[in-house]
């Protein structure tokens, strides 16, 4: 089996990736081992480190806004963008297609499109709780140690962290089968920048 390569993803969208997975993974644990040991000062510091990297991913979504909008090809907004072939999965009913063409998998990019929205609610309901139960970040000024709003933006953060929990599984998931059932290497291009595909025979 012949493979081609080419440089599709630039050491800037590399970069918001790696920024972006780590601040995402960190919240994760924080959150998750700060539950396990509640009402102590452990939990306290842990959810103080939870909230500043709940900062530094609001910084890493506006830079992968940014990029989005005027960076390179690959790294558009639009290239996620594949409404025919989401169409044409939901009429075949066929989800795991082999990648064709370099850039984004089509099928995949609807899952990076409802992850960055849900993680954009998850920014807005976090800060909302970052003031209202830590008397802190730009929303203090409304919501500062207002605890009877503590129940509107809770649950929809407790809720949704489920989903994204659920999406970084996926996401691991669908690279290692990608590359057992089709023979493609893909989970490096996020570190090379090289996507590879198969040579028509």
Avoid: C
């Amino acid at each position: 089996m012949l493979l081609s390569r080419e440089r599709v993803f630039d050491p800037i969208l590399r970069g918001i990736h790696a920024w972006n997975g780590l601040a995402v993974l960190l919240l994760i644990l924080s959150s998750q081992i700060a539950t396990w040991v509640e009402f102590t000062p452990e939990a306290s510091a842990l959810w103080r480190f939870h909230v500043w990297t709940g900062y530094a991913l609001v910084l890493g979504l506006v830079a992968r806004l940014s990029w989005g909008l005027h960076g390179t090809e690959h790294a558009r907004v639009g290239a996620l963008w594949h409404w025919r072939a989401w169409w044409r999965a939901l009429r075949t009913r066929r989800w795991f297609v082999e990648p064709v063409g370099y850039g984004h998998h089509p099928l995949a990019s609807a899952a990076y499109l409802a992850f960055y929205l849900i993680v954009l609610i998850m920014a807005v309901t976090g800060l909302a709780l970052a003031a209202i139960e830590q008397g802190g970040g730009p929303l203090v000024a409304w919501l500062g140690h207002d605890l009877r709003l503590k129940a509107l933006f809770k649950p929809p953060h407790d809720v949704l962290e489920e989903f994204v929990l659920g999406f970084v599984v996926l996401h691991i998931a669908a690279l290692i089968l990608h590359e057992v059932r089709h023979g493609v290497p893909m989970a490096q291009a996020m570190v090379s920048g090289f996507q590879y595909r198969k040579e028509k025979e």
